[in-house]
């Protein structure tokens, strides 16, 4: 039904004319105060994964006052909200909520003083992946296409998504059923803050552009000793060290040079005293990739790798390492070559050609990914917003995300996710 419906878009023509920029800009411009006000209101009000509970009233509350119908504490503290407006595409918007435990370090004016409790201890609260730079631009657009009803036609659904942080939340609203309860979506759109790509500019890639994330933990055995006597020990501290090394064969040995992934070892944990072999060292890693096929590969020379030294050590069958890789794990994003191509029409139009950018691969990862890798396949857009302030790229002064003193500028960078968004999805409702 919705294949016949674009198709008779495409024959018949749209019975719609995308407004000019200059008006979605001027809307912009007059809602900026309000917009700004918010964005400091979040900033100073993070809240970590799982606990988002004022910030997804907040968000419901303005979708409520633009004219959405929302759903809240929908798969956690997930927020939907659903503007209906006549036959055409349904395009799904998400922004993420949550904040991270750390002390922020900016100095800004509105800078957090907030804490949290994490893991036991009481630390400072601080949006440093710009999450409320992602929310105020999805109320700006939000606020922007409900005042231009008049101009496009279809549904436009507003994703507030917790849990980004942990990998968990779009897992969580999925499972709740948000594609059976409010519908499968034709297109899904979200941006995400980039610690380097200039304020005034946005960046897009094709295909694959942020990787398959997942924590894998190695439980190494030994057989223990007096720190002095090691030939009476099988030395878990060096099977586990020799492990870690030949990791790295991985990528450099077993991968095509034109493919890609990451096997990082981020923690080593055993033993308690100088001169006490242990007998048991556990490994944490991070591994990231792109394909089915190199995650695969990925875990397979693991497992080979750690049995293999085990072996070598003379350790026996019952003491062989245990590798646990959870079944659950943040997907690889894709961009939709065809979605990307519109997209980046539409940022033009409001920014010029010269600041819409290029931007290669990264390993970092984002679950917004999981709502385009239902049985659906909703082609979807994750898009990188500059935040950068001048001032700060002519000082060289560019701290990465989730870094204690990033911070985007503000103004500009609201402008433009706002600009770009909301035309994107007039272009895409109107096509």
């Not at 657009?141 to 009803?149: D, H, I, Y």
């Not at 942080?165 to 499972?175: F, H, T, V």
Request: glycine share 10%.
């Amino acid at each position: 039904m919705r294949n016949l419906l674009f198709i008779g878009i495409f024959i018949f023509g749209s019975a719609f004319m995308n407004p000019e920029p200059p008006v979605i800009k001027s809307l912009i411009a007059d809602d900026l105060p309000f917009l700004l006000e918010f964005y400091k209101t979040r900033h100073q009000n993070p809240e970590i994964s799982l606990q988002e509970k004022e910030t997804s009233k907040a968000l419901a509350t303005e979708l409520r006052t633009a004219g959405f119908d929302v759903t809240e504490n929908f798969g956690g503290y997930g927020v939907v909200g659903i503007l209906k407006n006549g036959d055409g595409p349904m395009i799904l918007v998400r922004t993420d909520m949550d904040a991270l435990p750390m002390e922020e370090k900016t100095n800004l004016e509105y800078a957090s003083h907030a804490t949290c409790e994490y893991a036991g201890q009481i630390t400072g609260s601080m949006h440093s992946c710009g999450h409320d730079m992602h929310m105020t631009s999805w109320l700006g657009t939000a606020r922007l296409m409900a005042k231009m009803k008049n101009e496009w036609k279809g549904t436009l659904m507003m994703i507030g998504q917790p849990a980004e942080e942990i990998g968990e939340g779009s897992e969580l609203m999925l499972k709740a059923g948000l594609y059976e309860k409010f519908g499968v979506p034709d297109y899904g759109m979200a941006l995400h803050c980039s610690p380097t790509i200039p304020a005034g500019q946005v960046g897009f890639g094709k295909g694959y552009t942020m990787a398959n994330t997942e924590s894998i933990d190695i439980k190494v055995f030994g057989v223990g000793a007096h720190g002095a006597a090691p030939h009476m020990s099988i030395d878990p501290v060096v099977i586990g060290s020799m492990i870690v090394m030949d990791l790295q064969t991985i990528v450099s040995r077993n991968l095509k040079p034109t493919e890609s992934a990451v096997v990082t070892v981020g923690a080593i944990k055993g033993g308690i005293k100088h001169n006490i072999i242990p007998d048991e060292v556990t490994l944490k890693l991070t591994v990231r990739t792109y394909t089915p096929e190199v995650r695969a590969m990925v875990h397979k020379r693991i497992k080979e790798i750690c049995r293999g030294v085990a072996i070598a050590a003379g350790l026996s069958e019952d003491k062989m390492p245990e590798v646990t890789i959870p079944a659950s794990f943040t997907p690889a994003n894709y961009n939709h070559p065809d979605l990307v191509d519109k997209m980046m029409v539409a940022a033009g139009k409001m920014i010029g050609e010269e600041n819409v950018v290029d931007v290669e691969p990264l390993m970092l990862g984002e679950d917004f990914a999981r709502f385009g890798q239902t049985e659906d396949k909703v082609p979807t857009v994750l898009y990188w917003l500059g935040t950068v302030p001048e001032s700060r790229i002519a000082e060289g002064d560019l701290p990465g995300l989730h870094s204690p003193f990033y911070y985007p500028t503000p103004e500009k960078t609201i402008e433009t996710g706002v600009a770009v968004m909301s035309q994107s999805l007039m272009d895409v409702f109107n096509f």
